[in-house]
């Protein structure tokens, strides 16, 4: 009933750019937060950015500056640039949204996944 789908990710050079997209889409009421998390082989999942539906913002320490996370609330969609891009940033990127969902419950929804690689 509820989908997020991201689009966005490929492969790149150190110091390029990507920007991912995420769409949620279905019998949603109304989204609290969403965010980026990455899962690296072998790593454990981890939070990259978070928006509010009000625009505030949190990120992990190592992406500020490089990263920006924004939304559109008509469009019920996430973005999440990402510039100088490094190896270490060489992930699974997985969107996340907080929302009040066809059975008036608040759930935490997640996307499928998409492939981020950077290259040295």
């Known amino acids: 009933q509820v989908q997020l789908v991201e689009s966005g990710g490929g492969l790149v050079q150190a110091g390029g750019s990507l920007r991912l997209s995420c769409a949620a889409s279905?019998?949603?009421?109304?989204?609290?937060?969403m965010g980026w998390y990455r899962q690296a082989p072998g790593k454990q999942r981890e939070l990259v950015a978070q928006?509010?539906?009000?625009?505030?913002?949190n990120y992990t320490n190592s992406v500020k500056g490089r990263f920006t996370i924004s939304r559109d609330n008509a469009k019920n969609t996430v973005y999440l640039q990402m510039n100088s891009l490094k190896p270490e940033d060489t992930a699974v990127y997985y969107c996340?949204?907080?929302?009040?969902?066809?059975?008036?419950?608040?759930?935490?929804?997640w996307g499928q996944g998409t492939q981020v690689t950077v290259s040295s």
């Open positions: 996340n949204a907080q929302l009040l969902d066809f059975t008036r419950s608040w759930r935490n929804y």
């Open positions: 928006i509010t539906s009000g625009g505030r913002t």
């Open positions: 279905g019998n949603i009421f109304s989204i609290n937060t």
